[in-house]
């Protein structure tokens, strides 16, 4: 089980989004652009097709910057849509997978930056 490669083309598939300017398949310190997104690896189980096969959770992190509420409001719902297609493009992430679900997003609210954060729940079958 490859879980950077995973992650690695997990963020890969993101960044194919229209409007997405960074993507990396780690939890960076400090986020400097906007609209960044991150991975994380939440969960890892045996699948229920088997021990041969796991389950891998994970999280995706969409954070919006800007100067005002409305901007990282409207920026947001452009983007979320455009994000979750992009995750899903290449559903056995270059033969790391048998399959790549996103079964969830969330607005989280604004953090202590001003940020503003969509968290994506993705499922990975491997």
């Known amino acids: ?21 960074d993507a990396k398949h ?18 890892y189980e045996a699948s229920a097709m088997g021990r ?22 409207d920026a947001a719902d452009r983007l979320v849509g455009l994000v979750w297609t992009a995750i899903e493009i290449d559903g056995d992430l270059g033969g790391l997978a048998c399959d790549v679900q996103v079964e969830r997003v969330r607005f989280d609210s604004v953090d202590e930056t001003g940020a503003m954060l969509v ?6 079958e491997a």
């Open 1 to 21: 089980m490859d879980l950077t490669g995973i992650r690695q083309a997990i963020a890969n598939n993101a960044l194919s989004a229209d409007g997405l300017d």
């Open 26 to 43: 780690y939890e960076p310190e400090m986020v400097a652009g906007s609209p960044t997104f991150w991975v994380v690896v939440t969960g």
């Open 119 to 124: 968290t994506y729940e993705i499922a990975v």
């Open 52 to 73: 041969n096969r796991w389950k891998v959770e994970l999280e995706g992190k969409l954070q919006l910057l800007g100067t005002w509420d409305r901007s990282k409001s």
